[in-house]
């Protein structure tokens, strides 16, 4: 995977995924991705297949109910803290609203 150096440390995309979050989440494709889990509506976790170094690494995303309409992705840590095995994400409305999108794509960078 393609990744970029800060100071001596190498830091890479280790996971990605991108999924359908509506009715019961299913992966199009991903990247050290080994399940997706349905918390409640707007809330889904990605479970990794690997480890990350610490539970401080970066997460990215982009969510949309098409192909054209783009809306909100959140990696919420008051909801749920980050592991070194797994994120949770929330998808929004422009209001705020929790509500499943049809097109989620996240990246996950760390070491």
Request: aromatic fraction near 10%; glycine fraction near 10%; hydrophobic fraction near 35%.
């Amino acid at each position: 995977m393609a990744g970029f150096t800060i100071g001596a440390e190498r830091v890479d995309c280790r996971v990605w995924c991108n999924y359908n979050g509506t009715g019961t989440p299913a992966i199009r494709d991903s990247n050290f991705v080994s399940t997706l889990a349905d918390v409640k509506v707007g809330t889904q976790r990605v479970n990794f297949s690997v480890t990350m170094g610490n539970n401080t690494f970066v997460c990215v995303g982009m969510a949309g109910l098409n192909d054209t309409s783009q809306k909100c992705v959140n990696q919420n840590g008051n909801y749920e803290s980050l592991t070194s095995t797994r994120a949770t994400f929330q998808t929004t409305n422009a209001d705020g609203t929790l509500q499943d999108m049809e097109y989620v794509h996240i990246a996950i960078f760390g070491t």
